[in-house]
């Protein structure tokens, strides 16, 4: 029977790649975001290339009542998740700490630590009732390492770094696997989405970098899903080559 993957903003970036990955390797997919038009024109697509079955879970991740509904009232074989890929997040904005915009702040916090918590809890308890499931959590690698003007973003991703690290534990006895993904500069909607529309800004995160692409993680994220049951990667960072962590980057240009 095929497996079940729940992926939370799939509309775009990693989420997108990872419904296209998934699907191209016969998962059934539950796709979350709150652009529904883009999610239905993803699960179009997906059947005809790979004729998947999709189910569409377009809620807001920070909307509390709206995540616990949602997933509520999946149909009975679409709550046996095998994977939660908990991917919906975004970085608004970036300045100096005492310049930074309050609304962007509470953006980030409801996005990736509310939002992120609310949805790995609704699924963990799916998963716990069955004794087998696997939570991947999109960190970052501003979770490992603060950097200049990254002030909330930096702080909601460490965030989800220790919450991953407690559900490993409070999730041990269930057997369910957590495995945190902490990337580094990938070229997705993502930097736009950080300099609000502004891209030119947002093209130069990249100069002179082969960042990752989308797909660069979700091949990632596939492989940490399909090791041996016994098998759980638990923290794994993955940067570009030109990229040596939060801060070092090699924008030379190329020698050959
Ligand atoms: N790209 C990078 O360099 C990078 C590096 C490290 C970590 N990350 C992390 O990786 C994750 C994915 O980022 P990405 O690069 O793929 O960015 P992206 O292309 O901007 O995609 C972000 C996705 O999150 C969804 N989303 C945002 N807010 C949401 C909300 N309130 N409710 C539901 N869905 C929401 C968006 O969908 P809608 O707008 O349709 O809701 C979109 O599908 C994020 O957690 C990000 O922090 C990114």
Not at 208 to 220: I, K, Q, R, Y
Request: charged share 25%.
């Amino acid at each position: 029977m095929s497996k079940i993957v729940f992926i939370t903003g799939a509309s775009s970036g990693f989420g997108k790649a990872c419904a296209e990955k998934f699907a191209s390797n016969g998962y059934k997919l539950i796709l979350n975001a709150r652009r529904i038009e883009r999610l239905e024109e993803i699960r179009v697509d997906l059947k005809s290339r790979f004729n998947s079955e999709v189910e569409l879970a377009p809620f807001d991740v920070r909307d509390q009542q709206a995540v616990m509904a949602a997933i509520d009232k999946l149909p009975a074989e679409w709550k046996n998740v095998d994977i939660l890929v908990n991917n919906a997040g975004l970085a608004v904005g970036r300045d100096y700490f005492e310049e930074a915009d309050l609304d962007d702040w509470n953006r980030m916090v409801d996005t990736n630590v509310k939002g992120f918590m609310y949805v790995a809890k609704a699924i963990s308890m799916l998963m716990a009732k069955r004794k087998t499931g696997h939570i991947i959590n999109l960190g970052s690698i501003a979770g490992k390492q603060v950097y200049e003007k990254g002030n909330v973003y930096c702080a909601t991703k460490f965030a989800v770094d220790a919450l991953n690290q407690a559900m490993r534990i409070d999730l041990l006895r269930h057997g369910i696997k957590v495995t945190a993904i902490h990337p580094g500069a990938a070229e997705t909607e993502f930097s736009s989405v950080r300099f609000k529309g502004d891209e030119t800004t947002a093209k130069s995160v990249y100069t002179g970098l082969e960042a990752l692409s989308a797909m660069d993680v979700a091949d990632v994220i596939y492989y940490t899903s399909t090791l041996p049951a016994h098998v759980c990667i638990n923290d794994l960072v993955v940067t570009c080559t030109r990229q040596a962590d939060a801060m070092y980057y090699n924008r030379e240009p190329a020698t050959k």
